[in-house]
């Protein structure tokens, strides 16, 4: 079910992507069009104006022209929109629109930039006064795109964008909810899971108070209580995930070493924890000690896993001025350093039993209840690795 279902969400993104794609295709054609037509408009507004002109020119000096023709002049004297340079055939400015500064026309080297930026954006135009003495005098105008041409080139590729950017904020909305209503039912689990476990532990005390009062092995009597207290913390831990977490200061190398002391006596006899803390001077920080040791647990049972049944563990405390550094080695079978982030990644296991859920759920303890880091420091493969939890040092007052 889980397979068809990733299969048509694969197929509705396909489709949403093709309909965008052809939309946007859409788009860009028609406006292109339109921007076209314009283009072939303009062309033919500067060939009607061009026309007026010489028609101007000729009956002035026949003087058959006493007043202005009204569409003549409104031809010559409206054509605003579109900017032009008119030079005579020496290239000589003898007019120019408002549109262009007048910074270009004083500056040569500008003005001879405008004036072949303008040719190849639109063939010039010569206006001929065949009808002077000197007939090889002439006009020349040359004028470029007004800005609703300008505008209408663009808008496709702006209208794009917007698209692309209301896409992205809905992708982005969509797997925000998505992961907020995953978080939402992973602690509804938990707390479930917590509320489920309370009874059998409950009893499981009852249980042990009744062995003590038998004729048995008390040491194995007090084995049980312990994995009881531990099976206990565990209830607990679940309990606060998606609660408000409250961080204490607290001594790591206390904190670590009750960890490691539970998890030694459960390791194959070939296999070695070692552990300098309690050997060193306290280191404090601020953690939830329920939380923190469950990371650290954590790490163990990677390194045991990837030890195989023998092979060394070896867990090392050591600080500066700011930070605490928490390392657990293993001498196991290593990681591909293009797995070096992928390991903390929910459901990534290379384990053929497991959820892949026990590095990333530590990483989310580290780094958004306790504001650390948690990183492969070295791995190498048939050597072993190194994982590090990084947290901010606190001194006691």
């Not at 500056?107 to 405008?114: A, C, E, S, V």
């Not at 039912?185 to 917590?194: D, P, Y």
């Amino acid at each position: 079910m889980k397979l068809r279902r990733d299969i048509f969400s694969f197929r509705n993104r396909v489709v949403v992507i093709i309909v965008g794609v052809v939309l946007g295709g859409i788009s860009l054609l028609y406006t292109n069009n339109m921007a076209q037509q314009l283009k072939e408009k303009e062309q033919h507004d500067v060939a009607l104006w061009a026309h007026a002109m010489e028609r101007v020119n000729r009956e002035v000096l026949s003087g058959k022209l006493q007043v202005q023709d009204p569409l003549v002049e409104d031809l010559i004297s409206n054509n605003n929109n579109i900017p032009f340079i008119i030079t005579n055939q020496n290239l000589e400015v003898v007019n120019y629109s408002h549109l262009i500064p007048e910074e270009i026309i004083d500056h040569p080297d500008k003005l001879r930039r405008q004036i072949e930026k303008f040719t190849e954006e639109n063939t010039p135009r010569t206006v001929r006064f065949w009808w002077r003495p000197d007939n090889n005098y002439y006009h020349i105008i040359f004028y470029g795109k007004s800005a609703l041409l300008k505008s209408l080139y663009y808008f496709p590729y702006i209208q794009l964008l917007v698209i692309a950017a209301f896409i992205t904020l809905g992708f982005i909305a969509f797997r925000s909810s998505k992961h907020d209503e995953q978080n939402r039912v992973w602690i509804g689990l938990a707390k479930e899971t917590a509320h489920q476990l309370g009874t059998p532990t409950s009893s499981l005390l009852g249980w042990i108070e009744y062995l003590r009062a038998q004729n048995v092995d008390q040491t194995a009597v007090d084995e049980m209580q312990k994995d009881l207290a531990h099976l206990m913390k565990i209830v607990d831990r679940f309990s606060k995930i998606g609660s408000e977490t409250p961080l204490t200061p607290a001594n790591i190398n206390e904190v670590v070493g009750e960890s490691v002391m539970y998890f030694r006596k459960r390791i194959p006899r070939n296999v070695t924890l070692e552990y300098n803390g309690l050997a060193i001077a306290p280191v404090q920080a601020n953690i939830n000690s329920a939380l923190f040791e469950w990371v650290v647990e954590n790490l163990m049972k990677n390194s045991l896993d990837a030890l195989q049944g023998h092979g060394t563990i070896d867990v090392k405390i050591s600080s500066d001025d700011r930070n605490v550094m928490i390392d657990v080695r293993d001498t196991g079978k290593g990681i591909p350093k293009s797995n070096w982030k992928r390991i903390f990644e929910p459901g990534f296991t290379t384990k053929t039993r497991g959820w892949g859920l026990g590095l990333s759920l530590s990483r989310r303890i580290v780094e958004e209840y306790h504001q650390g880091k948690i990183f492969v420091v070295d791995s190498e493969i048939g050597k072993g690795t190194t994982i590090r939890v990084l947290l901010k040092r606190t001194f006691a007052g």
